[in-house]
């Protein structure tokens, strides 16, 4: 009987006649291989997304463990990480706010048809008594180009944004071209950013509408020759 070492190996199976008959090693190694294909071994085999799942859940667990076993405090101290880290994205979610899909910032300033500087005012001040920062903040705004326009250093143009506003008063300001794209940004913002404004932004809109309100202008030459 050749040894475990030996090249002739040889497995005894049973033929059709019931003689015992020698196969070598590797054509019975491929037999049992076409036997185990057959359909009858594997009916009760996991489907292939089950099995894709369990991988996917073998793998965040291992995840897991390494992350709990580095983190300080072990489980308990990776549980306070997480929840630390869902705070935070909460806390940026609220303020910054979700962008609405489908709006642009390229929409008029005057959408409602065209009302004063002191009616914007008014308005701007019933929203601010009653915390309602975002109106008040759109209402400042259409204000102080509102009032530009009726003191002639804006032409009333029914369809322009608040962009192009701040950029045409920057001219005929120039002291206060920054503080007014400023205020458009914001305006663009809360109006179709969906940011939200609060008391501070609202004051700092406010002063600046107080004070573009006596603000000496550009001389108009002196505008015409800086225009590009």
């Known amino acids: 009987m050749p040894g475990a070492g030996g090249t002739a190996a040889r497995l005894l199976v049973r033929a059709s006649g019931g003689a015992p008959v020698e196969t070598g090693r590797l ?43 580095a ?44 009302r004063s500087a002191a009616d914007h005012r008014a308005a701007a001040d019933t929203h601010a008594a009653a915390g309602r920062w975002n109106q008040a903040v759109q209402e400042r705004m259409r204000a102080i180009v509102r009032s530009l326009e009726e003191r002639a250093l804006l032409e009333p143009r029914p369809g322009r944004t608040a962009d192009e506003a701040a950029a045409e ?12 794209r400023a205020a458009a940004r914001g305006f663009d913002d809360v109006t179709y950013g969906g940011r939200s404004a609060d008391r501070a932004a609202y004051l700092t809109l406010l002063d600046l509408d ?14 015409e020759g800086a225009s590009p």
């Open 210 to 223: 107080r004070a573009v309100e006596t603000a000496t202008p550009r001389p108009a030459d002196a505008r």
């Open 71 to 114: 983190a300080p405090g072990g489980p308990a101290g990776l549980i306070v990480l997480l929840l630390a880290v869902l705070g935070l994205g909460a806390a940026l979610r609220w303020r910054l706010g979700v962008p609405r899909p489908g709006r642009r910032p390229t929409e008029a300033l005057f959408a409602h048809g065209p």
């Open 27 to 69: 054509p019975a190694r491929e037999a049992a291989r076409r036997e185990l294909s057959k359909g009858a071994y594997h009916e009760n085999d996991p489907h292939p997304l089950q099995r894709a799942l369990d991988h996917l859940w073998t793998w965040f667990g291992d995840v897991v463990s390494a992350a709990s076993v």
């Open 169 to 180: 008063a920057g001219r005929a300001l120039p002291a206060y071209d920054a503080r007014l």
